[in-house]
């Protein structure tokens, strides 16, 4: 019957005169080995030590200990093998070359834009609140042109072309959440954004919306708007990874409407043209590999503070200046 020599990781099938032949080169080469068991394969070295198969350190110490030996060099020994072997995860130190992780997005909102902020009341400065909301309202021009400086940065970046990249971005993901194309979606979205566009088309889907026709008849004029600029960085203690966010108001005339399965019309009018105004957030990464515009979240224009799909956005979040 065929037997099986195991060496390492290779299983060679043998019978008659050939596995003779195998048995006595591995007893030439002072290897002494043990069958293999389900669970479990185990070696021993030419130095007498027991070497499990399953522990890779062991199983690369057995097969470096034979190859060397049969090139008739000095076996190496444990320590320096433990020495050699790199973790995966640091890999490319060993070629001179280091990772580092970099966030795609800081999955925060710095300082939701509300709308048109009011200024105090004249009542509101014998309570003192007055002066806390004046220094907040002074505060916020300084912040944009802070936003603004920090773009400098970014390769080919101008007012004029982000505003274009803006419009195309806004055609485009809005083309793409009526096609449902989430893998599209993935490269220009952030992951919160992305989540919260998923939540939107499950609940179509349970509405019976099976096809969605958009249509985006053109922008009104100075549109888009970018209403406020902000700077958030991830980790207070470190500056050296941040984001700029633009709040980008577009006001436009669309056209759309939804079918079921059956083609019959369940939402929206094909021939109806209506006003939209949507305000969205567009971030993009400072001294990150790669970086892009994303969509950061899409505002509630009726309800200040939330989110399109009705997450709630935290007033308290700043910027470096904050």
Request: proline share 6%.
């Amino acid at each position: 019957a065929p037997r099986d020599a195991r060496l390492g990781s290779a299983t060679v099938t043998m019978s008659g005169s050939a596995s003779a032949r195998a048995l006595r080169r591995l007893a030439a080469s002072r290897t002494r080995w043990t069958p293999a068991t389900p669970a479990i394969v185990v070696g021993v070295d030419r130095t007498g030590s027991l070497c499990s198969m399953a522990d890779p350190l062991s199983r690369h110490h057995l097969l470096g200990s034979v190859r060397g030996y049969a090139k008739g060099e000095k076996q190496m020994s444990r320590a320096s093998m433990e020495r050699s072997i790199t973790p995966p995860a640091f890999a490319s130190q060993s070629r001179g070359t280091q990772i580092r992780a970099f966030l795609k997005s800081p999955g925060v909102i710095a300082d939701p834009y509300r709308g048109p902020r009011q200024w105090p009341s004249i009542g509101s400065f014998f309570g003192g609140e007055g002066w806390r909301l004046l220094g907040k309202a002074l505060l916020r021009p300084v912040q944009d042109v802070w936003t603004l400086g920090q773009c400098q940065s970014i390769k080919g970046f101008t007012r004029t072309a982000f505003r274009t990249e803006a419009q195309t971005l806004y055609r485009e993901i809005n083309r793409m959440i009526a096609l449902n194309n989430h893998t599209a979606l993935r490269h220009v979205c952030s992951e919160k954004a992305l989540a919260e566009i998923k939540k939107e088309v499950k609940r179509r889907e349970k509405g019976g919306w099976d096809d969605v026709r958009w249509k985006l008849i053109d922008f009104e004029e100075n549109t888009p708007t970018v209403v406020q600029g902000r700077v958030v960085a991830p980790n207070e203690n470190d500056r050296s990874v941040s984001f700029v966010q633009f709040t980008v108001v577009f006001k436009s005339k669309q056209q759309w409407h939804a079918r079921d399965k059956k083609g019959r019309l369940v939402a929206g009018d094909p021939n109806e043209t209506i006003d939209v105004e949507d305000a969205w957030v567009f971030e993009h990464g400072l001294k990150v590999p790669n970086p892009r515009w994303r969509l950061a979240a899409r505002l509630s224009v009726p309800n200040p503070g939330t989110t399109v799909g009705g997450a709630t956005l935290d007033p308290t979040i700043g910027t470096p200046l904050s």
